[in-house]
């Protein structure tokens, strides 16, 4: 054996609630095997199945190692390898060149979380942009409407510590495919079944964690909300409420009473397309078991009424009083982390505070229309001609030949194809960073592992590199990332960070906030009103319903249930198993795994458009066409068809681009968020080549 094997611990990096503490092996310096860090409390030893795979990812025989320029037309992908002082000169004189001429609004920054660090997703790029006076960006895309809506009911982000998800007696997954997209949820879960949980899985598709779960409820998409306040008159109906717990932690009692009277089991079953007895048994055994749980997923914000389902939904643990007990309650996410941003990203640096800002949804109809226009498009962290809404736009914007792209990634990717200047990222193994989970409450240390591969720079490192090159004085460009850490961790006004320190994480490399400093149960729940807002004054102050709702999604069935005539299908595109987004879509292993872009259609749908599976389907509607194979399907309803996974253009029969080409960039009712499962499309067969 050779005795040069060394035992290195980092964090998974990847946009994943689980946020795995990772067990490397390294041989003579590489990476040969990663597993899960057998000491993390959550991880336990198992990590999925995608980062197993990523030393294939590390020394991927196309991992960008050197900064690249544009030497064909856009689009194609052809480049020509030069030094980082060229690099950097060019950015240097086109940005002051834009500047000069079109005003520093001109510059938008675009990113996302293709790496979760805290010092590599939010820190020295913010600073650098605020500095230069560019336009800011409303980062939308994943979950700020439920967000907005579950602050709305609850008032705090954090409730659930998912550690005490063990002790739950009844648990409703609710828009979210758990198994693929939150394991270690499922390893908690699988103890609470194994303590006499039932668990039942709420979607519009049979997914792995619906196959998994006890009992599965299937709707039309988008009808959620319904389903809740269904679920709630039948609570108020038959007598299951806990009046103490209500009139001492809850507003606006009897509006809400009068509201949820509108929404009888008989009305629910049309609008939601789940039988009324369903609802009832339903409704029965979630008041009549304590604690329950219900674990909300990120699938029901993505639509038009993505706030209000996820308002609506949260007021229900209220009416039992489950927030009384450990494990009961509902859990979206982890909310008890915050950084002091205003020290982080010193938006204090901005020469004009009221720079626009513009919603990374809407990039499409911004690169094509916006006044002033975007002369430079910076997007690092993300892949933007895969994962945005409105594809078909946001292409032709990228096309555009007066505007300078530059991508910073590890790959060159769909959105790097269309770079005039595409400049190398190292991966996390090779960065120092800090981590925390959007659903467990450890923070976690990762140091790195390897030294940055060929020529690649981190995020922290290129734009700390751009303000001195820029003439940036501040001191704040100088600090290097063990001082970015301390600064995040230094939040006194977070009472869960109190005793957080650098030295500590240095120590023990993982610490769990301490949630227990202001309990959530039941003292610490809403403000400002300090009470589960059912009636939400805050919402009224800002002329929204202030009441939970049922508002029909824009595309798709209508009120009344009927489709529209045009696009009689509603398409649903879901993260796929194999994949993060877009990011892992280039590892061979897992495209095989995945076999290729699909779209699941149900036998009755295919037999009425002459579809076998097999088949390639063009999947249309105005905003433009994707191609997919067709797999038949009873996992999915009549009327609905489902495409998993951002694939890369390339794995799309005829190369045409992906399926967000049919997706619309509307703004959500709340947040401003993506809407990406509220389209309607037409299904054909695809005859021609
Ligand atoms: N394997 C894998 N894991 C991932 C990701 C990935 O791409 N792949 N992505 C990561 C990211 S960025 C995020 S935000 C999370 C998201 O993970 P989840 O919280 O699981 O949310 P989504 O996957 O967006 O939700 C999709 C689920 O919602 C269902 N759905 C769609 N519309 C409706 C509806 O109207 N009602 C109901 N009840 N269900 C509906 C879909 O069928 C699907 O099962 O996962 C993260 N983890
Ligand atoms: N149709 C449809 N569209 C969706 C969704 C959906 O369910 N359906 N989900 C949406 C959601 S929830 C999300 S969160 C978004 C995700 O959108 P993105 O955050 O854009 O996710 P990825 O496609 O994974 O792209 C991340 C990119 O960052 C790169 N990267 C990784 N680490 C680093 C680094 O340290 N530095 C730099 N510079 N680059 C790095 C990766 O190689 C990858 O190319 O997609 C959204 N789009
Ligand atoms: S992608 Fe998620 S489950 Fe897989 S290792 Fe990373 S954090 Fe863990
Ligand atoms: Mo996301």
């Given amino acids: 054996m050779s005795t040069d094997k060394q035992i290195a611990r980092s964090v998974c990096p990847l946009d994943c609630p689980d946020t795995c503490g990772l067990q490397v092996t390294l041989k003579e310096g590489r990476i040969s095997k990663v597993d899960g860090d057998p000491d993390h409390p959550i991880t336990q030893g198992t990590i999925c199945h995608k980062v197993r795979h990523f030393p294939n990812r590390v020394y991927h025989p196309d991992r960008l190692l050197y900064p690249m320029k544009r030497v064909g037309p856009k689009g194609e992908g052809v480049f020509e390898r030069i030094s980082w002082e060229e690099a950097l000169n060019e950015i240097v004189t086109r940005f002051k060149e834009t500047i000069r001429d079109y005003g520093a609004e001109s510059i938008l920054p675009y990113s996302f979380y293709g790496n979760m660090g805290l010092v590599s997703n939010g820190g020295m790029d913010r600073r650098f942009f605020h500095r230069l006076g560019a336009s800011r960006l409303k980062r939308t895309i994943c979950n700020t409407a439920g967000s907005e809506g579950f602050q709305y009911t609850m008032g705090v982000p954090g409730t659930v510590d998912p550690e005490d998800t063990v002790h739950s007696r009844y648990i409703i997954l609710w828009g979210g495919d758990f198994v693929s997209t939150n394991m270690h949820q499922m390893i908690f879960l699988k103890k609470a079944r194994q303590r006499g949980a039932k668990i039942v899985t709420i979607d519009i598709r049979r997914t792995r964690t619906a196959r998994w779960a006890d009992e599965f409820v299937q709707l039309y998409p988008g009808t959620d909300a319904a389903l809740a306040l269904g679920i709630m008159n039948i609570i108020i109906n038959e007598g299951l409420t806990n009046d103490d717990f209500i009139q001492t932690f809850t507003t606006g009692w009897k509006a809400f009473q009068e509201r949820v009277k509108e929404y009888p089991p008989d009305a629910v079953a049309r609008i939601t397309g789940v039988p009324a007895d369903t609802i009832q048994r ?54 008890f982390f915050s950084v002091n941003k205003e020290r982080l990203e010193r938006p204090d640096l901005l020469p004009n505070p009221e720079v626009r800002s513009i919603n990374m949804n809407h990039l499409g109809s911004v690169l094509l229309t916006a006044e002033p226009p975007v002369k430079c498009l910076f997007v690092y962290s993300s892949n933007p001609a895969v994962v945005a809404p409105d594809q078909e736009k946001v292409i032709r914007g990228l096309l555009r030949e007066d505007l300078f792209t530059i991508v910073h990634d590890l790959f060159v990717t769909d959105t790097a194809k269309y770079a005039d200047l595409i400049l190398p990222a190292t991966s996390h193994f090779e960065n120092l960073d800090v981590y925390k989970s959007y659903w467990h409450l450890y923070v976690q240390l990762s140091r790195p592992v390897i030294p940055p591969q060929g020529e690649a720079w981190s995020n922290h490192y290129l734009f700390q590199t751009l303000a001195n090159k820029m003439g940036f004085t501040e001191s704040c460009f100088q600090d290097e990332p063990e001082e970015m850490i301390r600064q995040i961790l230094d939040n006194p006004d977070n009472p869960y960070m109190k005793e957080l320190s650098y030295e500590q994480l240095q120590k023990e490399g993982i610490v769990k906030l301490d949630h227990k400093k202001a309990p959530i149960y039941p003292d610490h729940l809403s403000k400002p009103e300090g009470k589960i807002n059912l009636f939400s004054n805050t919402m009224k102050s800002r002329g929204m319903d202030p009441l939970p709702s049922y508002a029909p999604v824009k595309e798709g069935r209508d009120g009344t249930g009927a489709y529209q005539e045009a696009y009689p299908f509603m398409l649903i595109s879901p993260p796929n198993h194999q994949f993060i987004n877009s990011s892992m879509g280039n590892i061979s292993n897992l495209r095989k795994m ?57 794995a799309h029969p005829a190369r045409k681009g992906g399926i967000n080409r049919l997706t619309p960039d509307r703004e959500a009712d709340m947040g401003g968020g993506a809407v990406f499962f509220s389209t309607a499309v037409t299904v054909e067969k695809k005859t021609s080549p």
């Fill in 594 to 650: 995945e076999r290729k872009p699909e779209l699941e259609v149900h036998p009755t749908d295919a037999q009425n458009i002459g579809l076998n599976a097999g088949d390639i389907a063009c999947v249309k509607n105005h905003r433009g066409s994707c191609l997919l194979t067709v797999k038949v399907t009873e996992d999915v309803l009549p009327g609905v068809v489902v495409a998993p996974g951002l694939w890369w253009h390339d």
């Fill in 282 to 335: 339903l409704a029965y055994e979630y008041a009549k078991t304590s604690p329950s749980l219900i674990r909300i997923g990120n699938g029901l914000q993505h639509h038009d009424n993505g706030g209000m389902t996820i308002r609506t939904i949260a007021c229900l643990p209220a009416l039992t009083g489950q927030w009384k007990y450990p494990g009961g309650g509902a859990l979206k996410g982890n909310g």
